[in-house]
């Protein structure tokens, strides 16, 4: 019985072409644009108040600063103004960043962009996040946010 060869060469170009087609097609499956796919932000009846004297929101007290509470995520751009959105991607749930030289809210995951109203600027997500309102005291050193 004879047994078939084939040469190096061909058999890594055709090992790297596999590998290739099956990394390709897992990852277009997972950044497709689906209108089902993700978490749907949840409106709910948000009210809370954070104190900036506490260390937990140290970070609000300077432009660019942000803290993640309630599954909110609060930031002060670096205009000073406070604007607060859902936490969460969604694209795929994962937990936001804010990047103040940009103005925008990111997902380090797949690379989502949102604006300061929690608008999409940038897939794969498709779904705003939810937006809610920012009361600032500064006497009081308090950030109030509700929906």
Do not use: W
Not at 3 to 8: D, E, P
Not at 55 to 77: P, T
Not at 84 to 109: D, I, M, R
Request: aromatic letters at 6%; one cysteine or more.
């Amino acid at each position: 019985m004879e047994t078939a060869t084939i040469s190096r060469h061909d058999f890594f170009r055709l090992v790297g072409t596999s590998v290739g087609v099956i990394l390709l097609s897992n990852c277009s499956m997972g950044c497709s644009r689906q209108e089902n796919s993700g978490p749907t932000p949840v409106d709910q009846k948000v009210d809370f108040t954070l104190r900036l004297a506490d260390q937990a929101n140290e970070n609000l007290r300077v432009k660019g600063g942000y803290v993640i509470a309630n599954d909110i995520i609060v930031a002060q751009s670096k205009e000073g103004k406070f604007i607060a959105v859902s936490a969460n991607c969604t694209h795929e749930g994962t937990q936001l960043t804010y990047k103040s030289a940009e103005n925008q809210f990111f997902c380090p995951l797949h690379l989502s962009r949102f604006d300061t109203a929690g608008n999409v600027v940038m897939g794969p997500a498709a779904k705003p996040l939810v937006q809610y309102l920012t009361v600032v005291d500064m006497a009081a050193g308090t950030i109030r946010i509700h929906s």
